[in-house]
Nanobody
């Protein structure tokens, strides 16, 4: 079982950037596809992006394409989410997840506790 801890969230203004980190422990993430999801108040958890084991394949929700970038450093057992040109609608709790590369949350086996991102206008 792998434990995931997100960090890097905070309060920023529209147009700013943030980089989220997802540090894994317990097991290496070398064999896990990884993803990021987010959940805004009173909304369903939604897919943001995912990355394959090798990092060679990445997928993005249309709403973040061109602004967000997922990456991974298997040597550091960490996955990153670089978020640029942030918008107020990006405000949500962001979750790191392991075990899938699909857009469906239930296909992921392990989840972090989340980190809050708030974007003011």
């Amino acid at each position: 079982q792998v434990q995931l801890v997100e960090s890097g969230g905070g309060l920023v203004q529209a147009g700013d950037s943030l980089r989220l980190s997802c540090a894994a422990s317990g097991r290496t993430i070398n064999n896990y596809n990884m993803g990021w999801f987010r959940q805004a108040p009173a909304k369903e958890r939604e897919f943001v992006t995912a990355i394959s084991v090798s990092g060679g394949r990445t997928y993005y929700a249309d709403s973040v394409k061109g602004r967000f970038t997922i990456s991974r450093d298997n040597a550091k057992n960490t996955v990153y989410l670089q978020m640029n040109s942030l918008k107020p609608e990006d405000t949500a709790v962001y979750y790191c997840a392991a075990g899938s590369i699909l857009t469906i949350a239930s296909t992921y086996r392990e989840w972090g506790q989340g980190t809050q991102v708030t974007v003011s206008s």
